[in-house]
């Protein structure tokens, strides 16, 4: 791309060296040099003037490639809204001798500037306003509600479980990344602690695997509350405002968006409400790897991580034996199951 970048600009340079020269070559002056070498050295020269000019094109067309499309999008409306505001001023000084009769040209180029300015800074408000009014990828019922959208917390990218979930099938619509819980994630993953920052960059790594996946469509959307400093009100705040649910893992958001009214898909409870049903009388195999907290209890694990607690299994600790269900328990932790062993023999 530079190379062809140099090229193009060496051949206009040309071009333009070549134009000079037949512009000298008409005025009525005396040329020491013949017409042909004029030309030659005309378009020598102005090659050399476009090769010379290539890295400080090709450095501001990298900064062109940085700017964000939001911010394009939103100055370009700025600049478009800054010259139709200097067309009108410019009528009622048009003819006026005031600044050599420059004013009028003097007013639009001020207003440009201007209402670039004015359209990055004001970026979050313009697309929020497109977003009430005409939709785009995410939003789009005359409700300014979003159709199927959830909004991922920093808690459950971090857990990392969304990426199966996802990956599964059984979630639909748009996941929404807003750009204030990103920001927290890189504040996490730049932290001098050495957990939080392997927390922070798993949880970053997470974001980028589901992005990547043709499963779901992920948004990062720019909305922010500038106003409100917490995470947690600006993704209650935003839940409400697009009408989207919230998923997360952290309990304590959890009853916020119960007491706000936002719906509330939780991983935890999805973890919970897929684990295998376990019944009293059924046998399971299973290894008992410690004791309880009653005295001769011993406490094993099914797979999915579910503590089945072994009465009188202390005996058995580290061996596998066949327990049978007497009775499960539900909490707000998990599933519990209590059992006791099947025989007093080894299983085998």
Same mark, same amino acid.
């Given at each position: 791309?530079e190379s ?11 071009i ?5 020269a #037949?512009?000298?070559n008409g ?8 017409s042909?070498?004029?030309?030659v050295?005309?378009v020598c020269?102005g090659? !050399?003037i476009?090769?010379?000019? /290539? +890295?400080f094109?090709?450095n !501001? %067309? ?5 700017? *964000?499309?939001?911010?394009?999008? /939103? ?7 800054? !010259? ?8 009622p000084?048009?003819? !006026? ?6 004013? +009028?040209?003097?007013?639009?180029m %001020?207003?440009?500037?201007?209402g670039?300015s004015i359209?990055?800074?004001k ?7 497109? *977003? ?24 459950v990218?971090?857990?990392? =479980?969304?990426?199966d979930?996802?990956? /599964? ?13 990103l920001?927290? #994630?890189? *504040? ?10 392997? =927390?922070?960059? =798993?949880?970053l790594?997470i ?6 996946? +043709? ?17 947690? /009100? ?18 304590n ?5 119960e007491?706000? @009214?936002?719906?509330v898909?939780n ?7 897929v684990?295998?049903?376990?019944l009293p ?31 009188? @299994? ?7 034996i ?11 932790? @998990?599933r519990?199951? %209590?059992?006791? +062993? ?7």
């Amino acid at each position: 791309m530079e190379s062809f970048l140099r090229f193009i600009l060496t051949i206009l340079g040309g071009i333009v060296g070549y134009q000079g020269a #037949l512009y000298i070559n008409g005025l009525d002056v005396i040329i020491p040099v013949s017409s042909t070498y004029l030309m030659v050295i005309g378009v020598c020269l102005g090659a !050399l003037i476009g090769l010379a000019i /290539s +890295p400080f094109v090709e450095n !501001l %067309f990298r900064r062109l490639l940085k700017i *964000h499309s939001r911010d394009i999008i /939103s100055g370009s409306i700025g600049l478009i809204s800054g !010259l139709l505001i200097a067309i009108l001023a410019s009528i009622p000084v048009q003819g !006026l001798e005031i600044a050599g009769g420059y004013l +009028p040209l003097i007013i639009t180029m %001020f207003m440009a500037v201007l209402g670039w300015s004015i359209g990055v800074k004001k970026r979050q408000e313009i697309i929020a306003i497109f *977003h009430r009014q005409t939709g785009n990828s995410v939003l789009g019922n005359k409700n300014n509600e979003v159709i199927g959208a959830k909004i991922l917390d920093t808690s459950v990218i971090i857990d990392g =479980r969304i990426s199966d979930i996802t990956k /599964s099938g059984f979630i639909e619509g748009s996941l929404i990344v807003p750009s204030f819980v990103l920001e927290e #994630l890189q *504040h996490i993953a730049d932290s001098s602690d050495v957990l939080k920052r392997n =927390r922070g960059r =798993r949880g970053l790594d997470i974001l980028n695997k589901i992005q990547k996946e +043709p499963y779901v469509n992920v948004h990062i959307i720019e909305q922010n509350y500038d106003d409100i400093s917490e995470v947690d /009100s600006k993704l209650v705040k935003l839940a409400k405002d697009i009408g989207a649910k919230v998923i997360t893992n952290d309990y304590n958001l959890n009853k916020v968006c119960e007491l706000q @009214g936002v719906a509330v898909l939780n991983i935890n409870e999805l973890a919970n409400a897929v684990k295998p049903i376990v019944l009293p009388g059924e046998e399971l195999k299973v290894h008992v790897i410690k004791d309880g907290k009653e005295q001769g209890q011993g406490v094993a694990y099914l797979d999915d991580g579910t503590m089945i607690v072994v009465d009188g @299994g202390r005996r058995y600790i580290g061996e596998t034996i066949g327990v049978l269900v007497t009775s499960v328990l539900q909490t707000a932790a @998990g599933r519990m199951i %209590f059992a006791k +062993p099947k025989a007093i023999e080894k299983a085998l």
